[in-house]
């Protein structure tokens, strides 16, 4: 589900749109993703209808679109981000979603409860708002079997 590639652990932006268009522009440039601003828009257009802060600083903000190559996740540990979550807190730890249009179904959601159950567990949360580096946090994802 991870890669070096799919972790950005030094992510500066400041609000919730420019978190979600950083995570698409680096999308486009690893491959997953062949139009950033189609993906943003699908994105965008899921958090209108309901907000991705599930709580605990966390957001799943997720995309489904034919400019998505291949189901991906892309983790983003960002500064306190507000997000309209439904706890009130900001948002420290974000995972953003792809996954094809014509894959939508099955992938999305298995994709979405996986991560949902690993994420439910504070070790994992304080793990990896600890790591220091890529590696580290990529060695947590191996450690919870998310690699």
Not at 103 to 130: C, P, Q, V, W, Y
Request: proline share 2%.
């Amino acid at each position: 589900m991870f890669s070096l590639n799919t972790i950005l652990l030094h992510c500066e932006a400041k609000d919730k749109d420019t978190v979600i268009q950083t995570i698409a522009d680096h999308a486009v440039k690893i491959g997953l993703v062949s139009d950033a601003k189609a993906y943003v828009a699908s994105v965008q257009h899921r958090e209108s209808e309901f907000s991705t802060g599930v709580g605990y600083g966390i957001a799943i903000p997720h995309g489904k679109t034919e400019v998505v190559n291949t189901a991906f996740v892309i983790y983003a540990k960002v500064n306190n981000v507000e997000w309209n979550s439904f706890d009130g807190a900001p948002v420290d730890l974000v995972f953003q979603i792809g996954v094809p249009a014509s894959d939508a179904g099955e992938t999305h959601l298995r994709l979405l409860a996986t991560l949902s159950r690993k994420l439910m567990k504070e070790e994992f949360r304080e793990a990896i708002r600890n790591a220091k580096d890529e590696q580290a946090v990529l060695d947590v994802f191996a450690a919870f079997e998310l690699v």
